[in-house]
């Protein structure tokens, strides 16, 4: 599953589906800067394409991003069934359930 932001090296991805809410990625070809915080951190860059979700800002994609995570790390089968049925429905909604915080 490709995440939210992805950055491959130039030219060998054509497109991408947000791994959150599976909305196509916008893309920013060749660019040149860090991948991650770590390459920002040691002041390194690299040449490559920058794919990112048009929606990872709002509320409700990161309230999906949140219940998604949370059905993976619990133990109980039960709760996965209702934070993805939960999922299923934001996602059709695009609206938030509840007010989260953006942490």
């Known amino acids: 599953m490709i995440p939210e932001v ?11 589906d947000c791994g959150i809410c599976e ?7 060749d660019a040149y800067g860090p991948t991650s915080s770590l390459m920002g951190m040691a002041g390194r860059k690299r040449k490559h394409d920058f794919f990112h979700c048009p929606h990872r800002k709002e509320k409700w994609h990161i309230q999906v991003k949140q219940l998604k995570e949370a059905a993976r790390k619990t133990p109980s089968k039960t709760f996965e069934d209702i934070y993805l049925t939960e999922v299923a429905e934001i996602l ?8 989260v915080s953006i942490c």
């Open 6 to 16: 992805y950055c491959p090296d130039p030219g060998t991805v054509e497109s991408a």
């Open 23 to 29: 909305t196509k990625m916008d893309v920013t070809r």
């Open 92 to 99: 059709k909604t695009r609206q938030p359930s509840k007010e």
